[in-house]
């Protein structure tokens, strides 16, 4: 069901299955409004909550009830005796009167309760933050469903949206009332939308895990799994409550509350999700979608927590009126409107650019007015004057073009990078190039800083070659729409400037053109001299690599040639010596012989040794590294090897440099440091790495001196690598080569 690769029908399923949520949500209202009030909100999980009853959270409509009362009966029944036989019950009817028993300030008092149609229509007015935020998130998931149907992340966030606005419209906006507990089925519509809140964490997991894009294996089980999950865990608390609680009203708010696991283990797992991501992704372009997403979520809470949570857990109550808690999280569907539009996630070139400017300036001016009114109740009191309400819309009409202007401008240059000042590219790209030495991280620091500034989908640079381009330097995504720039060093083409477009639609400006211009023009040089350096590399790569494979083919004609034949001389000379001897001249003369003979065989082997060691050849570079170990180890001295069980093939020279620089450390730790214990390690991941820590007395003078240590230097220089001999804090030392492994070409 979420291959999105191969099934067509996949993105109409996904649109199915969210019109039929918004049609459940429809449903939650309209079972709402056919239900009576009696003005209060009540949360079976306070922990306040016991048989003595329930406390009123909040009261809406005409009611005698106040905030802080403790209902402990309705209608002569206590609740916990009521809720133990069953939540709910006969239904009743607006207009009916009921007697509610209560603890106000500690003293019994009885109420006659007249209950009243629920104001759905009030209810969404006064909750227009939370309307608001909806309508944001859900418009945010259809406009990135529309323009990219097939995308997973667009799957996940249509669907998680539709599951949101079902849960408000059951539990969000319309609460539990201390009559449900005992009467009609309202209840269940709450519960309902609980249910419906569980499932929309598995939502949010869902869309953690294809957003920007998925890689690896088992998304499907593992989106399956969110999802289940939710439901899963929710009968283990359950059962839980069933089992260890005794009170009907602490049990209820246990069993009653399906979302309660799912609240307490699913924030958790989805930030693991995303640092799992971010970590284990080294595409700069992915980290920087999810950094969108990270700072839009972590703000969010950040203020949320500061601004309610912190302040109601103190003093009782808050700077800012509860009912503004969710636009806190408005700022999440905008940042990821502009992980899309900035770093082109999803594939989506243009879809909610203005959307984003008008989306910005709303909750600007709304902010400013709560601003504003909140500020004027505070110096001259609660009110609804009608000079406060016309001061604060005239400050608003002022400030909206103004504020309309700021936000166009941010935003586009958020969005599209510095399009309206492109000479800017140039100074900032001047400004990075200072500071690179190597042609090497020339290339990619050019690529990166004109794709990051013009907000680019994919820029690359292309050296010209015999054989045809040659990629040197890439950032992005490539797309089928590119322009391509020459690149010239004194007349002579070197290169290509790749740039990919940001749309069909979307044609590079007359400045942008410009700016390229002018910077292909500055960037000849620099790719003249990063194909001169690549050049230089690789000869010296073939030319080691003729080298070390001129040994091999010495040694073979050393062993197989040389070799054989001193074998035949040797046998002769034994022979000659049964055959001729016998006189001491003879013997003499055999003798001198033989010793003549056992010379050569030990050049020979000398000679071959140091051509390639045999022991390599034998038993590969990590057999040969434990033989030479074995070799050295004595009572005085431990080394130990820690290395993988076995290495992918590595080429001739880069195996026998390895083994020389292990050996001539090894040596050196036998010789000078009067070490007790020594590790030699060896990783392979992108180039090979070897390190030889010991304990011993450290380096002393021997730094830079040291032919052992200049020796190892150079075998690594030769190869293109890095060489370092240092004394950790820990005392003795520590030699550390890194050696490229050539990649594919």
């Given at each position: 069901?979420?291959?999105?690769?191969?099934?067509?029908?996949?993105?109409?399923?996904?649109?199915?299955?969210?019109?039929?949520?918004?049609?459940?949500?429809?449903?939650?209202?309209?079972?709402?409004?056919?239900?009576?009030?009696?003005?209060?909100?009540?949360?079976?999980?306070?922990?306040?909550?016991?048989?003595?009853?329930?406390?009123?959270?909040?009261?809406?409509?005409?009611?005698?009830?106040?905030?802080?009362?403790?209902?402990?009966?309705?209608?002569?029944?206590?609740?916990?005796?009521?809720?133990?036989?069953?939540?709910?019950?006969?239904?009743?009817?607006?207009?009916?009167?009921?007697?509610?028993?209560?603890?106000?300030?500690?003293?019994?008092?009885?109420?006659?309760?007249?209950?009243?149609?629920?104001?759905?229509?009030?209810?969404?007015?006064?909750?227009?933050?939370?309307?608001?935020?909806?309508?944001?998130?859900?418009?945010?998931?259809?406009?990135?469903?529309?323009?990219?149907?097939?995308?997973?992340?667009?799957?996940?966030?249509?669907?998680?949206?539709?599951?949101?606005?079902?849960?408000?419209?059951?539990?969000?906006?319309?609460?539990?009332?201390?009559?449900?507990?005992?009467?009609?089925?309202?209840?269940?519509?709450?519960?309902?939308?609980?249910?419906?809140?569980?499932?929309?964490?598995?939502?949010?997991?869902?869309?953690?895990?294809?957003?920007?894009?998925?890689?690896?294996?088992?998304?499907?089980?593992?989106?399956?799994?969110?999802?289940?999950?939710?439901?899963?865990?929710?009968?283990?608390?359950a059962g839980f409550g069933f089992l260890t609680v005794d009170d009907p009203l602490e049990r209820l708010a246990i069993v009653g509350s399906p979302a309660l696991?799912?609240?307490?283990?699913?924030?958790?797992?989805?930030?693991?999700?995303?640092?799992?991501?971010?970590?284990?992704?080294?595409?700069?372009?992915?980290?920087?979608?999810?950094?969108?997403?990270?700072?839009?979520?972590?703000?969010?809470?950040?203020?949320?927590?500061?601004?309610?949570?912190?302040?109601?857990?103190?003093?009782?109550?808050?700077?800012?009126?509860?009912?503004?808690?969710?636009?806190?999280?408005?700022?999440?569907?905008?940042?990821?409107?502009?992980?899309?539009?900035?770093?082109?996630?999803?594939?989506?070139?243009?879809?909610?650019?203005?959307?984003?400017?008008?989306?910005?300036?709303?909750?600007?001016?709304?902010?400013?007015?709560?601003?504003?009114?909140?500020?004027?109740?505070?110096?001259?009191?609660?009110?609804?004057?009608?000079?406060?309400?016309?001061?604060?819309?005239?400050?608003?009409?002022?400030?909206?073009?103004?504020?309309?202007?700021?936000?166009?401008?941010?935003?586009?240059?958020?969005?599209?990078?510095?399009?309206?000042?492109?000479?800017?590219?140039?100074?900032?790209?001047?400004?990075?190039?200072?500071?690179?030495?190597?042609?090497?991280?020339?290339?990619?620091?050019?690529?990166?800083?004109?794709?990051?500034?013009?907000?680019?989908?994919y820029v690359a640079i292309e050296l010209d070659r015999e054989a045809g381009s040659e990629k040197a330097a890439s950032f992005g995504t490539p797309t089928t729409?590119?322009?391509?720039?020459?690149?010239?060093?004194?007349?002579?083409?070197?290169?290509?400037?790749?740039?990919?477009?940001?749309?069909?639609?979307?044609?590079?400006?007359?400045?942008?053109?410009?700016?390229?211009?002018?910077?292909?023009?500055?960037?000849?040089?620099?790719?003249?001299?990063?194909?001169?350096?690549?050049?230089?590399?690789?000869?010296?790569?073939?030319?080691?690599?003729?080298?070390?494979?001129?040994?091999?083919?010495?040694?073979?004609?050393?062993?197989?040639?040389?070799?054989?034949?001193?074998?035949?001389?040797?046998?002769?000379?034994?022979?000659?010596?049964?055959?001729?001897?016998?006189?001491?001249?003879?013997?003499?003369?055999?003798?001198?012989?033989?010793?003549?003979?056992?010379?050569?065989?030990?050049?020979?082997?000398?000679?071959?040794?140091?051509?390639?060691?045999?022991?390599?050849?034998?038993?590969?570079?990590?057999?040969?590294?434990?033989?030479?170990?074995?070799?050295?180890?004595?009572?005085?001295?431990?080394?130990?090897?820690?290395?993988?069980?076995?290495?992918?093939?590595?080429?001739?020279?880069?195996?026998?440099?390895?083994?020389?620089?292990?050996?001539?450390?090894?040596?050196?730790?036998?010789?000078?440091?009067?070490?007790?214990?020594?590790?030699?390690?060896?990783?392979?991941?992108?180039?090979?790495?070897?390190?030889?820590?010991?304990?011993?007395?450290?380096?002393?003078?021997?730094?830079?001196?040291?032919?052992?240590?200049?020796?190892?230097?150079?075998?690594?220089?030769?190869?293109?690598?890095?060489?370092?001999?240092?004394?950790?804090?820990?005392?003795?030392?520590?030699?550390?080569?890194?050696?490229?492994?050539?990649?594919?070409?």
């Amino acid at each position: 069901m979420f291959n999105s690769g191969g099934n067509r029908r996949l993105p109409a399923l996904f649109l199915a299955a969210t019109f039929l949520l918004l049609l459940i949500a429809v449903v939650g209202v309209l079972w709402r409004a056919a239900g009576p009030s009696d003005g209060t909100m009540v949360n079976i999980g306070d922990t306040a909550a016991s048989s003595d009853g329930v406390i009123v959270k909040e009261t809406t409509g005409p009611t005698p009830l106040r905030v802080g009362d403790r209902i402990v009966a309705i209608n002569g029944r206590p609740l916990a005796e009521s809720v133990a036989h069953g939540v709910g019950g006969a239904p009743v009817e607006a207009g009916t009167t009921l007697p509610y028993d209560i603890l106000r300030e500690g003293a019994p008092v009885r109420l006659e309760i007249t209950l009243h149609r629920f104001g759905v229509a009030d209810a969404i007015w006064v909750g227009w933050p939370t309307l608001l935020v909806t309508i944001v998130l859900l418009g945010t998931a259809l406009a990135i469903f529309a323009v990219s149907a097939r995308e997973r992340a667009a799957h996940a966030g249509i669907f998680a949206s539709a599951i949101g606005v079902s849960t408000v419209a059951f539990a969000g906006y319309f609460p539990l009332e201390a009559v449900d507990l005992v009467a009609g089925d309202q209840f269940w519509r709450w519960y309902t939308g609980e249910l419906l809140f569980a499932l929309l964490w598995g939502g949010m997991l869902h869309f953690a895990l294809s957003f920007p894009e998925f890689t690896g294996r088992g998304y499907r089980t593992r989106v399956i799994a969110g999802y289940a999950g939710t439901l899963v865990l929710y009968p283990l608390v359950a059962g839980f409550g069933f089992l260890t609680v005794d009170d009907p009203l602490e049990r209820l708010a246990i069993v009653g509350s399906p979302a309660l696991a799912a609240l307490v283990t699913y924030p958790a797992l989805i930030i693991s999700v995303l640092l799992v991501k971010y970590v284990r992704n080294s595409d700069p372009m992915l980290r920087r979608r999810l950094r969108w997403l990270a700072t839009a979520l972590g703000g969010g809470a950040a203020l949320y927590l500061g601004m309610w949570i912190i302040p109601i857990a103190l003093t009782g109550g808050s700077p800012i009126p509860l009912q503004y808690h969710t636009l806190a999280f408005l700022p999440v569907p905008l940042a990821v409107a502009v992980a899309i539009q900035r770093h082109q996630a999803l594939n989506i070139e243009v879809v909610v650019g203005r959307t984003l400017v008008y989306g910005s300036l709303t909750i600007g001016l709304l902010a400013l007015y709560i601003g504003l009114v909140s500020l004027m109740s505070v110096a001259f009191g609660p009110g609804n004057h009608l000079w406060e309400q016309a001061l604060a819309a005239a400050l608003i009409a002022m400030a909206a073009h103004p504020l309309h202007s700021r936000l166009q401008s941010m935003i586009n240059t958020t969005l599209f990078g510095e399009r309206s000042d492109p000479y800017h590219v140039v100074s900032a790209l001047a400004s990075k190039l200072e500071h690179i030495h190597t042609p090497a991280e020339q290339l990619p620091a050019m690529v990166e800083t004109i794709g990051t500034a013009l907000r680019l989908p994919y820029v690359a640079i292309e050296l010209d070659r015999e054989a045809g381009s040659e990629k040197a330097a890439s950032f992005g995504t490539p797309t089928t729409l590119s322009h391509r720039l020459p690149l010239t060093y004194q007349g002579e083409l070197v290169g290509q400037l790749v740039i990919a477009r940001r749309g069909a639609r979307q044609l590079l400006g007359r400045k942008e053109r410009s700016m390229l211009a002018e910077v292909a023009r500055h960037a000849g040089t620099v790719v003249h001299t990063a194909r001169l350096t690549t050049d230089l590399v690789r000869s010296r790569d073939r030319l080691v690599r003729a080298r070390e494979e001129e040994r091999r083919r010495l040694l073979r004609e050393l062993h197989d040639g040389v070799g054989s034949t001193l074998a035949a001389v040797n046998l002769g000379l034994h022979a000659g010596r049964r055959t001729l001897g016998g006189t001491p001249s003879a013997d003499m003369l055999f003798d001198r012989l033989s010793e003549a003979l056992a010379g050569a065989v030990t050049e020979i082997r000398r000679l071959a040794h140091d051509l390639r060691p045999p022991a390599l050849e034998k038993l590969g570079l990590l057999g040969a590294i434990r033989e030479y170990i074995t070799s050295l180890e004595s009572p005085e001295l431990k080394i130990v090897l820690e290395a993988p069980e076995s290495l992918p093939a590595l080429p001739p020279t880069v195996d026998v440099a390895a083994y020389r620089i292990v050996c001539e450390a090894l040596t050196n730790v036998c010789r000078h440091a009067k070490a007790r214990h020594c590790t030699v390690r060896v990783r392979v991941t992108e180039n090979l790495r070897i390190d030889v820590i010991d304990d011993g007395v450290g380096l002393g003078s021997r730094t830079d001196t040291g032919i052992g240590l200049g020796s190892m230097r150079e075998r690594a220089a030769e190869l293109g690598g890095e060489f370092k001999a240092d004394e950790p804090g820990t005392g003795g030392t520590a030699v550390c080569a890194i050696l490229p492994l050539p990649g594919e070409g």
